[in-house]
């Protein structure tokens, strides 16, 4: 196969939709079958693909998903095939930010968010992430890219020009960088169009928008 | 020139301070508003408490105080200390412009810190800080197609500028030029009773160039006095236009809350902390949520102070028989705090001492008013009490300005200094509606 598979990855609450989303705005194709519909906790869609979670048995499909993009977390990175050529965007979120927000999507669900637990969470998905690491950096046909989703919401367009240039160019940065920037309408035909401004932010991101916007004027 | 009774327009300048207009008209910068004191009078207001743009422009907005409308600041805890914003939708009292509409006339809002999400509304609007999406800030549709049109900046990025303050030259201008483009589009294009809009640029200024201002050898010292020609140049223009186009109709010119040179922040977390009021789960902590059994209060951003109590928070400490000898023994200790040989508060007030209404229960205990230089911090993680931090300016109460336009009407505050609660019955006088529950006094 030729083409490079895109796939965007991280833990669970790392920003991981919101990813696909920027990708999906800068002209990327995603593989998606829209089975988990949005939410509160991801108005704009969780963008998965169910196919990914069997991916060890079945793999025919990774053979069109050259060129485009799909997410999966990162537990099932391990499953990759070997005869493929990946490229991973990989979201990363402060620990405790990241299970808080898992707790949050929990309890809008009404279940037990497990709260007592978080200490062993941490040290269990802790060392997840520094095994999953150092297997990525031993992997020829596997290139990474680390992407802070707390310095995506503070500065999109650097996030979005860093994933561009990972990716090879051709993205549309400004679209990538207006899902989350929406105060500014850089792409005037997107505005004008009235493309711009349809996505929505899940609750977590807009928070976080919030905060750096206060951060930044002296509060918290 | 005859006045018109039943229309008003109405400019903002966020967090100008009233002694910076009298130092800026002295040096010749604001020539335009100089020229205004001939129709009308200007003085030095104070503002609500905490004197921060949400709880101010929401005061202004509503004509009651925090306790009625029910914002307190920028961010607030749920009972189980999570954090989150209120936005408009949380904001509990009626506006001028729903007054207005109610009687069939029409406001254009550009710009109003606080007013977001936009929610419908006799007329037209545009919602301003904290927003984060430009279709979700205005109303109706029109306006979102306007000013998307046209690169309307809905604030300076302050989240870059923090990292460059070139970039937050470039960005100051370009979004006073875009605010003015649709203050004077709105102000000409759209029919209104009521035109408000507010320009925030100038408290970005502020915040991180006030000792370009105060400091002639800074290499931005030439900027902020051309940039207040710039905001001077909005306010001839825009009073030009009302002359000319809406004779007899009053101009305000109103700021928020005043400015003054930041010194030191003063962490009063860390004070609680160290003086045993707040138990930290882990350090450093990572969120309010980390407020430990044992609290008994913890402050949030700007100078609030509040009481851990049971039954209110998940963690609560403090039962209703010590919440009294709590909060003296609070006061006390916080009004104790020196930097520097200087005192850092000038006062600490109770909540019913400055609220009242229904909102009262989710009142901060305590408001801290400090003297100058001393900015009041609620980070939940800071280790020293006071430090220096990247901004050079912070908000000040009892300077904020007030310029009346009153043509034929007489001058009734007299000596009496006004009060952020007297501009919304005043509006509402010159408008000829009835302010109802609106707890100031007019003006004129």
């Known amino acids: 196969m030729g083409k490079v598979v895109t796939i965007v990855s991280g833990l669970p609450r790392t920003g991981t939709s919101l990813m696909m989303k920027m990708l999906e705005a800068g002209g990327m194709e995603v593989v998606v079958d829209n089975i988990r519909k949005a939410d509160e906790d991801n108005p704009g869609g969780y963008y998965e693909f169910e196919k990914v979670k069997e991916i060890k048995e079945d793999k025919s499909w990774l053979e069109q998903a050259g060129g485009k993009v799909f997410k999966m977390v990162s537990m099932l990175l391990y499953d990759l095939p070997a005869d493929f050529t990946y490229k991973v965007v990989f979201m990363e979120r402060e620990m405790g930010e990241m299970l808080a927000s898992q707790r949050k999507m929990l309890e809008r669900k009404g279940q037990d968010t497990g709260a007592e637990n978080d200490a062993e969470n941490k040290r269990l998905y802790e060392k997840h992430l520094t095994e999953i690491k150092d297997w990525l950096k031993g992997r020829a046909n596997i290139n990474v890219l680390y992407i802070n989703y707390n310095e995506t919401m503070a500065d999109p367009h650097k996030s979005a020009d860093a994933v561009n240039g990972f990716l090879g160019g051709g993205l549309d940065v400004g679209r ?33 928008m919030i905060k750096a916007k206060l951060s930044s004027l002296g509060y918290m | 020139m005859e006045n018109n009774p039943t229309k008003a327009a109405f400019l903002g300048l966020d967090g100008t301070p009233y002694t910076l207009a009298l130092d800026l008209m002295e040096r010749g910068v604001m020539p335009n508003l100089k020229a205004l004191l001939s129709e009308g009078t200007l003085r030095r207001m104070d503002t609500v408490m905490p004197e921060v743009s949400s709880v101010a422009w929401t005061t202004f907005m509503t004509g009651v105080n925090p306790g009625r409308h029910g914002i307190f600041g920028f961010m607030e805890l749920k009972p189980g200390y999570e954090m989150y914003f209120p936005n408009f939708s949380h904001m509990k009292a009626r506006t001028l412009w729903d007054r207005l509409g109610e009687s069939g006339r029409s406001s254009v809002v550009i710009n109003v810190p606080s007013t977001y999400p936009a929610r419908p509304l006799k007329g037209a609007m545009t919602a301003g800080f904290v927003a984060l999406d430009l279709k979700k800030a205005t109303y109706p549709d029109s306006v979102y197609q306007y000013l998307s049109g046209m690169g ?78 710039e905001i001077d140049s909005l306010v001839g223009e825009f009073a030009d ?194 302010g109802g529950e609106m707890e100031g006094t007019p003006l004129v």
């Open chain 2, 241 to 434: 236009r009302l002359k000319d186009r809406h004779p007899g109709v009053p101009l305000l010119i109103m700021s928020d809350h005043g400015f003054g040179a930041l010194e030191w922040q003063v962490n009063i977390n860390f004070w609680l902390k160290e003086n045993g009021y707040l138990k930290l789960s882990k350090e450093p902590a990572q969120s309010w949520e980390d407020i430990g059994p044992g609290t008994r209060a913890f402050a949030l951003d700007p100078s609030r102070v509040y009481i851990n109590l049971k039954g209110k928070y998940k963690r609560g400490e403090v039962g209703p028989e010590e919440y009294g000898q709590l909060c003296d023994e609070l006061a006390r200790g916080l009004m104790s705090i020196e930097v520097d040989g200087r005192k850092v508060l000038k006062a600490v007030y109770k909540k019913d001492e400055i609220y009242s209404g229904p909102c009262m229960e989710n009142a901060p205990d305590l408001v801290l008013l400090s003297n100058p230089g001393f900015d009041l911090k609620g980070a939940i993680s800071r280790d020293v009490l006071n430090e220096k931090g990247f901004l050079t300016g912070m908000h000040t109460q009892d300077d904020a300005m007030l310029y009346i336009g009153m043509t034929d009407m007489p001058d009734k505050a007299g000596e009496r200094k006004p009060s952020i609660l007297d501009v919304p019955p005043t509006l509402c006088r010159f408008l000829a509606i009835d």
């Open chain 1, 176 to 208: 990538m960088a207006g899902v989350l920037d929406k105060s500014l309408y850089r792409n005037k035909s997107a505005a004008v169009s009235g493309e711009a401004g349809g996505e929505e932010l899940d609750k977590d991101s807009e928070d976080e």
């Open chain 2, 152 to 229: 309307y900046r809905i604030d300076v990025d302050t989240v870059k500028a923090r990292q460059n303050v070139d970039f937050l030259v470039d960005d100051l201008k370009l979004t006073l030029a875009r605010r003015r483009e649709a203050i004077l589009h709105f102000m000409d294009n759209e029919p209104w009773d009521l035109f408000l809009g507010v320009v925030t640029e100038t408290d970005r200024l502020h915040h991180y160039l006030w000792d370009a201002y105060a400091d002639p050898s800074h290499r931005l010292h030439g900027f902020f006095f051309d940039y207040y020609r």
